[in-house]
């Protein structure tokens, strides 16, 4: 007896059209993994930054935009992602500003004093902006007795010497050893930021060394 070769029928296109939505599926939750894990990477940091500080009714702060000014927080919204404030010198009207406009006030004052007393000692990371995004090209290390070592990015060591702070004018002044070439034509300026937090020296046009407690 002969048996002829099953026709595609009722019983055969479920199965088959159930692999094919198993697979679909399984396409669909692998693409929906990855989008919530780039959505994570690029609004993470915001959501960091929005939380670093929930200013208060009343508190004294200094706000942009157009600069910074003294000002005072009248109220917050719900979420405490923006403050109502009142600008105390008129450079603008009572509005609601975002709050990344908003830092402490006499934070620039505060800032300059911090400058004042030279680079923080230990390890600088030296960044190259070439674009938007810094490349990281190696470190050096300020040491006791105004001293410095400059290390290339797989960690070998590019040389050492001595360098000076000038006070008036917050910059580094790098007398011997590798910085103390032509080449890095920076102003050498030191720049203090987020509080303390953030130390940076103007290396080159787009270099800097970065050394950052957070």
Not at 43 to 54: E, F, K, N, W
Request: hydrophobic content about 40%; proline content about 6%.
């Amino acid at each position: 007896m002969h048996y002829k070769p099953a026709q595609p029928g009722c019983d055969q296109l479920p199965r088959r059209s159930l692999l094919l939505s198993s697979a679909a599926s399984s396409q669909l939750l692998w693409l929906w993994f990855n989008v919530v894990a780039v959505l994570a990477l690029l609004l993470g940091p915001l959501t960091a930054t929005a939380q670093i500080r929930v200013w208060n009714v009343g508190d004294r702060v200094e706000a942009g935009p157009n600069g910074y000014h003294p000002a005072t927080v009248l109220a917050v919204s719900p979420a405490k992602v923006s403050f109502r404030l009142h600008y105390e010198d008129n450079a603008h009207p009572d509005d609601w500003v975002e709050g990344y406009w908003i830092r402490p006030r006499n934070t620039q004052a505060k800032a300059d004093a911090l400058a004042a007393n030279g680079p923080r000692l230990g390890k600088y990371l030296i960044y190259v902006y070439a674009t938007s995004f810094g490349a990281y090209n190696g470190y050096f290390l300020l040491q006791p007795g105004g001293n410095y070592q400059l290390f290339l990015p797989g960690g070998k060591s590019a040389g050492g010497g001595t360098y000076a702070f000038d006070r008036a004018t917050a910059t580094v002044k790098w007398q011997t050893g590798p910085f103390a070439s032509k080449d890095w034509d920076g102003t050498q300026k030191l720049i203090v930021e987020r509080e303390g937090k953030g130390y940076t020296i103007w290396l080159k046009n787009r270099t800097i060394g970065s050394n950052s407690s957070d």
